[in-house]
């Protein structure tokens, strides 16, 4: 088993195999008129992490699925990886996860039951590590593997983040580097070294449990999790949702250190130039910001990727303080703004 390769099964990797956000604009399109849910505090209307629920006791259900094909080859750590880019879902509407189940597809006739029973084993862990019970599932043969989860969680809906509800003049922070779709996608193409592999793996580990504290901060104004789509398109998302624009420095948001040398051989995921084609027309750069490179990164997905924050200035130090007591100092200087809407939805910046 120690001889598989789990990413040479599927035919993305992580959070890259997400449909295009063109596609999926289609797929999620409906004439149809739905009945009001006046519980439903978030649903289909937005394009939010998770849905949401009022229990009706001042707190709320979050509820989340996600899943995906391998973005590692192995087998324990693609069920960690999965479940936690699953169970950041929760954190990012700044809930705290209760509860999760597996979702488990197998291609049973090319790869052994034993090599799926260490997926679940790696999603099993990272269950524990976040508090919570992987308590069920379901499974099905398919063609490729496929792993995540369905995670509830619960939230006072006074700490309820969405990723629509900035507001103008929002300081942007981010909790993670980029980079990981770069280094995963060499990994696709055997060109990864042992080193930067440990890289990858322990940043795909990070839980966002931050998320819940930075839920409980009166300023903190929207969240989101930074995936599939990369930064750009995540952030076109708060800034659409919002009414607003955003302006970036790319000079201020920080790249894992070994995606730029792979950047030098032109290793980019085929999922950067969708995303790319799916936003390029709402972004502007100044001049001095080299293109082609923020081209090659600010659409990069992410899996488990960082909380992209939009914080009232006010509420600046009380961020960077979570920041610290969660071992995030590094990430406490805001990478943009977010601003009135123009004819390009986000300025990159030097």
Known sequence: MSEIKLTQFSHGAGCGCKIAPAVLETILASSSVQP?????????????????????????????????????????????????NAISDVYAMGGKPIMALAILGWPVEKLAAEIAKEVIEGGRSMCLEAGIPLAGGHSV????????????????????KQNNTAQKNDLLFLTKPLGVGILSTAQKRSLLSETDLSILIQQLNQLNKVGEALGKIKGVHAMTDVTGFGLIGHLMEMAEGSGLGASINYSKIQIIDAA???????????????NWNAYSSQVGFEKGVDVMQAF??????????????????????????????????HFSEPIGILTQATEKRITVTL
């Open 36 to 84: 009001n849910y006046p519980n439903l505090l978030v649903g289909n209307s937005s394009k939010d992490d998770a849905a949401v629920y009022d229990l009706g006791n001042g707190s709320a259900l979050i509820s989340t699925t996600d899943f995906f094909v391998p973005i590692v080859d192995d087998p324990y750590q693609f069920g960690r990886i999965a479940a936690a």
């Open 141 to 160: 043969d398919t063609t490729e593997p496929i792993f995540g989860l369905s995670v509830n969680g619960l939230v006072d809906i006074n700490h309820l």
């Open 260 to 274: 730029k040398e792979y950047l030098k051989q032109r290793i980019v995921p085929d999922a950067t130039y969708r």
């Open 296 to 329: 090659s990164v600010l659409p990069d997905p992410q899996t488990n990727g960082g909380i992209l924050i939009a914080v009232d200035p006010s509420a600046a130090n009380e961020v960077q303080q979570v920041f610290a007591d969660f071992g995030l100092a």
